[in-house]
């Protein structure tokens, strides 16, 4: 697969297999798709099918058994791990069901680790944590703990948090999974505000209901990629 110039993922016969021998587990079995800059792409299928561990692949989080992964025009197959955090870094953004806070740093602080991590500044980590928390709809709630805030808040952090290092690409695993309806309308809407911005999405759910909201669903069963919606 050659990536076009406005490719920002392109996925070549990707597999991952866990374990050796009789006891190997193949979780993706030649997976290939691309994503354009600026898509906001939902994977979907049932609970096993490689979601999860193609989102890892996606963040480079994990490595491929076999198969190539371009992300950004850079081919990442033989990228050693320091690279691969550093593009990580740079490029991508995660989203989490469980939200993954430090329970005992204020909300700002949370917004701000990322950016501690990348050697921004202290006072320059501020003052873009706190413009994130308002854009996120939590202006004046940085100083709360995440045990002080609603899981419809504590996810707005969490998507504040994603955003800290400005990536180009963000990803979220089940990122509604854990809160109820109306929290779930709300982290929709933001997301969606956020593509309309240009940012390039790609979220893993079960819910239909949420991945109705993208422009394209990946459907995956059994570690294949079984249909491609518009």
Known sequence: MTAAPSCVIACEALTRVYGEGQRDYQALKGVTFAIERGEFVAIMGPSGCGKSTLLNML??????????????????????DAERTALRRRSIGFVFQAFNLLPRLSALENVC?????????????SERAEELLAQVGLGGKGGH?????????????????????????LLADEPTGNLD??????????????????????????????????????????????????
């Not at 490595?63 to 190539?68: D, E, I, L, Q, V």
């Open 113 to 125: 680790l990322p950016m501690a991590y990348a050697g921004v500044g202290a006072a320059e980590r």
């Open 59 to 80: 963040g480079l989080l994990d490595r491929p058994t076999s198969g190539r992964y371009v992300l950004d025009g850079v081919d990442t197959s033989e990228m050693a």
């Open 145 to 169: 703990t995440p045990l002080e805030l609603s899981g419809g808040e504590r996810q707005r952090v969490g998507i504040a948090r994603a955003l800290s290092n400005r990536p180009t690409i």
């Open 181 to 230: 309806s109306s929290s779930s309308r709300e982290i929709l809407a933001l997301f969606s505000a956020l593509h309309a911005k240009g940012m390039t999405l790609i979220l893993v759910t079960h819910d239909p209901a949420i991945g109705g909201a993208a422009q394209r669903m990946l459907r995956l069963k059994d570690g294949q990629l079984v249909a491609e919606d518009a």
